[in-house]
């Protein structure tokens, strides 16, 4: 079974959560702000790996950028690269995946009834706000539904479970 299949996700999640209530479905999305960070790192890395006066080098430098600059992003808003959204019958929970000990294995929780969900598209990607209508807390995600991802089942089954 795969780490991305909607059985092994539900189980990552409910390992979490229980089971009381049940995890209706599951998905891996990653922080809307990843892009940003990725898109700064990108050019940092390029910069830096351009003082070795190589095309190697300035790749190399802009792929180690961006990696250093989405974990740093995600590290920096208590979240993980990847986050598993777990939908209940009361709750959407927004879980830290592989938090080791210096993130907390929820990042967020929104009630239902309460929460406002928006999506909007994006090529194959799908930008989810998260918007508590009480508390004012809100979350912007991003998803994928392209037929070739892994992750795009869980991410459908979670996007249909929001009503979008």
């Known amino acids: 079974m795969s ?15 229980g089971d009381d209530p049940p995890v209706l479905a599951a998905g891996v999305f990653g922080l809307a702000g990843l892009v940003t960070a990725a898109t700064g790192g990108l050019v940092a890395g390029s910069m830096i790996g351009g003082l070795t006066d190589s095309i190697a080098g300035q790749v190399g430098g802009a792929l180690l950028g961006d990696i250093a600059a989405k974990h740093a992003y995600a590290e920096s808003k208590g979240a993980t690269l990847q986050l598993v959204v ?66 795009a089942k869980g991410d459908r089954l979670v996007l249909e479970l929001l009503g979008t």
């Not at 092994?8 to 409910?14: D, G, I, R, Y």
């Not at 918007?131 to 992750?151: C, F, I, N, V, Y």
């Open 86 to 151: 777990a939908v209940t019958a009361t709750h959407i929970h927004v879980l830290n995946r592989d938090p080791g000990e210096r993130l907390a294995a929820a990042l967020a929780t929104f009630e239902r009834e309460t929460c406002e969900v928006t999506v909007r598209k994006f090529g194959l990607s799908r930008r989810v706000e998260l918007r508590d209508t009480t508390g004012g807390e809100a979350l912007s995600l991003t998803g994928t539904t392209a037929r070739l991802s892994p992750l």
């Open 3 to 17: 780490e991305y299949s909607e059985e092994a996700l539900v189980a990552e999640a409910t390992s979490v959560l």
